[in-house]
């Protein structure tokens, strides 16, 4: 069975700054792996997926995440961040029982 | 294209009385997952549905129980409720095992 390990659980960052979430999943099988985000009092919405082909994978919003198979990382980034971001951000990875298991979750506040 | 609904949004209910949640996935989708999420645990997988069956299951007792009609659409059932079931439940949808999962705006469940 994968799981899922998000480094941080509260990332502070000021506006405009650059922010990176970590990500380190354990599988021994080839995973498809995503990134989601949770705004206050809504579900999960899709910013971005890598299911194979290139490890840096542009999402929406900006963001973007890089896949390193050797480090079992899949780091998400934005170079500039707005206050509108803040929100709870999930890594989840999908293995072949289809099963998608998420991490803990990082929060995200944004600072002007 | 409309995208996942659950309905209520929101529940109250005593314990020791069962609720039914409702989702809707997205039209040509057969894969409907149901999440728990609660601060303390964060998102459980409770369990999917494919074509009318259930293919995955969470580690969730046997109070959790859910179903999936010929249209796609899913219910899930919580029988004699305890305070510890209080959570935002959320259904997802795709259209087959791997593809990302489109998420509804979840039912906020209090039991008092």
């Known amino acids: 069975a994968q799981s899922v390990t998000q480094l941080d659980s509260q990332v502070p960052v000021f506006e405009e700054a650059p922010v990176e979430l970590r990500c380190n999943y354990s599988s021994s099988v080839s995973v498809y792996l995503f990134w989601y985000v949770q705004y206050p009092n809504q579900g999960l919405q899709l910013l971005l997926k890598y299911l194979s082909g290139s490890t840096l994978v542009k999402g929406i919003n900006g963001f973007e995440a890089e896949f390193n198979k050797s480090q079992t990382s899949f780091h998400l980034r934005k170079p500039s961040v707005h206050i509108s971001d803040t929100a709870e951000y999930f890594c989840a990875v999908i293995s072949n029982d289809y099963k998608l298991s998420f991490g803990a979750g990082t929060t995200v506040t944004v600072r002007a | 294209k409309a995208g996942v609904t659950q309905t209520p949004r929101y529940l109250i209910k005593t314990r020791g009385q069962q609720v039914t949640l409702s989702c809707s996935p997205i039209s040509g989708h057969r894969s409907v997952s149901w999440y728990q999420q609660t601060p303390g645990q964060g998102l459980q997988f409770l369990f999917e549905y494919f074509s009318e069956t259930q293919r995955n299951k969470g580690n969730f007792p046997g109070r959790f129980s859910g179903r999936q009609f010929s249209n796609s659409r899913s219910e899930m059932n919580v029988s004699t409720l305890e305070l510890g079931d209080s959570a935002l439940y959320l259904c997802?949808?795709?259209?087959?095992?791997?593809?990302?999962?489109?998420f509804g705006n979840g039912t906020r469940l209090t039991v008092t």
């Open positions: 997802a949808s795709s259209s087959s095992g791997g593809s990302p999962l489109h």
